[in-house]
């Protein structure tokens, strides 16, 4: 049985980790970080370092500010991380990388198998169309999310970039835009409203023809599901930084 601990274990991700985790003989949460620190089916805590149970790994779905702090805890700890929290600045991302010089960290911006495939199929297309098509990407999430654009979103647009001979620019919206859309550029929008899970559009734009791939989650599970599958995999891997794509390949 996997001993995890949540991190976020308040949120909207953090309490349908714990459901799922319920269900399965695979995993016990034995503890949860929050600012609200009101018992669960768990003890919770305000910080990692505070948590006394013995845990195998710790799974975040907190705010981007937050993760320096459970990262340095969790290097302490020497406690394997799966990080799904987005919204990380240059700054917080170096502290990622910097631990995981001495232990094993497992980061997405989404933990769903579907954007992951999205991504791949993205990436032939993008290959194919990059000389004559304008590539576009629009994402949608609820009311509440507070990053954007969102991890997602991002992740994608660098996917592109890779497999593409000419680096494409960011565009964040266009508002204070005067001038025609350059050759160079690669749209990103967001959308907030309701209750959408998170949809994620990549538009390929021709002469006279539109290609889009598209991704639309239809509930948080398949992101819970994912992180659970995430922390079963980090575990006992080497010091180092992970991605889907490394869970993907092993299968
Ligand atoms: N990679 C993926 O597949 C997915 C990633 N996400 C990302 O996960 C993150 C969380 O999403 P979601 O659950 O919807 O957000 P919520 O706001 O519902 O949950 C976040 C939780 O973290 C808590 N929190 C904030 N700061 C700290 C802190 N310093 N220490 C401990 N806990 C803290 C919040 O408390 P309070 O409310 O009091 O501030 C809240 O309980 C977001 O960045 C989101 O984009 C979401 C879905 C999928
Ligand atoms: O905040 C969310 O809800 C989500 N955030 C992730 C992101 O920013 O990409 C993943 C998912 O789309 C849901």
């Given at each position: 049985?996997i001993r995890?601990?949540?991190?976020?274990?308040?949120?909207?991700?953090?309490?349908?980790?714990?459901?799922?985790?319920?269900?399965?003989?695979?995993?016990?949460?034995?503890?949860?970080?929050?600012?609200?620190?009101?018992?669960?089916?768990?003890?919770?805590?305000?910080?990692?370092?505070?948590?006394?149970?013995?845990?195998?790994?710790?799974?975040?779905?907190?705010?981007?500010?937050?993760?320096?702090?459970?990262?340095?805890?969790?290097?302490?700890?020497?406690?394997?991380?799966?990080?799904?929290?987005?919204?990380?600045?240059?700054?917080?991302?170096?502290?990622?990388?910097?631990?995981?010089?001495?232990?094993?960290?497992?980061?997405?911006?989404?933990?769903?198998?579907?954007?992951?495939?999205?991504?791949?199929?993205?990436?032939e297309a993008?290959?194919?169309?990059?000389?004559?098509?304008?590539?576009?990407?629009?994402?949608?999430?609820?009311?509440?999310?507070?990053?954007?654009p969102?991890?997602?979103?991002?992740?994608?647009?660098d996917?592109?970039?890779?497999?593409?001979?000419?680096?494409?620019?960011?565009?964040?919206?266009?508002h204070?835009?005067?001038?025609?859309?350059?050759?160079?550029?690669?749209g990103?929008?967001?959308?907030?409203?309701?209750?959408?899970?998170?949809?994620h559009?990549?538009?390929?734009?021709?002469?006279?023809?539109?290609?889009?791939?598209?991704?639309?989650?239809?509930?948080?599970?398949?992101f819970?599901?994912?992180?659970?599958?995430?922390?079963?995999?980090?575990?006992?891997?080497?010091?180092?930084?992970y991605?889907?794509?490394?869970?993907?390949?092993?299968?």
């Amino acid at each position: 049985m996997i001993r995890i601990i949540i991190h976020g274990c308040n949120g909207k991700m953090g309490k349908v980790v714990a459901k799922l985790a319920a269900e399965s003989p695979d995993f016990k949460i034995v503890a949860g970080v929050d600012k609200n620190i009101s018992p669960l089916d768990f003890p919770v805590y305000s910080d990692l370092k505070d948590v006394k149970e013995e845990a195998d790994v710790v799974i975040d779905f907190s705010y981007h500010e937050a993760v320096p702090n459970l990262v340095k805890a969790a290097l302490q700890k020497k406690l394997p991380v799966v990080i799904a929290t987005t919204g990380l600045s240059e700054e917080e991302l170096n502290v990622i990388k910097h631990a995981s010089k001495e232990i094993p960290i497992f980061k997405s911006a989404n933990m769903s198998l579907g954007v992951n495939i999205l991504i791949n199929l993205v990436k032939e297309a993008a290959k194919i169309l990059q000389q004559d098509f304008d590539i576009e990407i629009i994402e949608k999430h609820h009311n509440m999310k507070k990053d954007a654009p969102s991890g997602t979103a991002l992740m994608i647009a660098d996917s592109i970039n890779q497999v593409l001979n000419d680096k494409k620019e960011y565009v964040y919206g266009r508002h204070t835009k005067t001038e025609q859309r350059k050759t160079n550029e690669l749209g990103i929008h967001a959308v907030r409203g309701g209750t959408i899970v998170g949809e994620h559009q990549v538009i390929f734009a021709g002469h006279d023809e539109v290609i889009t791939i598209s991704h639309s989650a239809q509930s948080r599970e398949i992101f819970g599901y994912g992180a659970l599958h995430a922390a079963k995999f980090i575990i006992g891997q080497k010091p180092g930084l992970y991605s889907m794509e490394d869970l993907v390949k092993k299968g």
